[in-house]
């Protein structure tokens, strides 16, 4: 499985941004999409998952209410909304595929910059 993000940008507090990840390769062996984030000097941190066949999605404390993690019908591209952005949500975001072996796969990142 290959992972490719997109949408990262530079953004203004309270400002909104969509990610994006498309996966290729075996996506049929997906069970779970995720979202995690990184900052320099810090150990990479979850934000948020979606169950590929329930839709049931899980975020962190910190971003509740504000993003939203989304797949499309082809279930080979999943999406964050991020709303309502604050400085500290800056960080590089990466997407993440697990499949039914337990396999996790990640993409390059996406750089997201909120300026106070």
């Known amino acids: 499985v290959q992972l490719v993000e997109s949408g990262g940008g530079l953004v203004q507090s309270g400002g909104s941004l969509r990610l994006s990840c498309v996966a290729s390769g075996t996506t049929s062996s997906i069970v779970v999409m995720g979202w995690y984030r990184q900052v320099p000097g810090k150990q990479r941190e979850f934000v948020a998952q979606?169950?590929?066949?329930?839709?049931?999605?899980i975020y962190t404390d910190s971003v509740k209410g504000r993003f939203t993690i989304s797949r499309d019908n082809t279930k080979t591209t999943w999406y964050l909304q991020m709303n309502s952005l604050k400085p500290e949500d800056t960080s590089v975001y990466y997407c993440?595929?697990?499949?039914?072996?337990?396999?996790?796969?990640w993409g390059q990142g996406t750089q997201v910059t909120v300026s106070s």
């Open positions: 993440r595929s697990t499949d039914w072996g337990g396999t996790d796969y």
């Open positions: 979606i169950n590929e066949s329930t839709g049931r999605t």
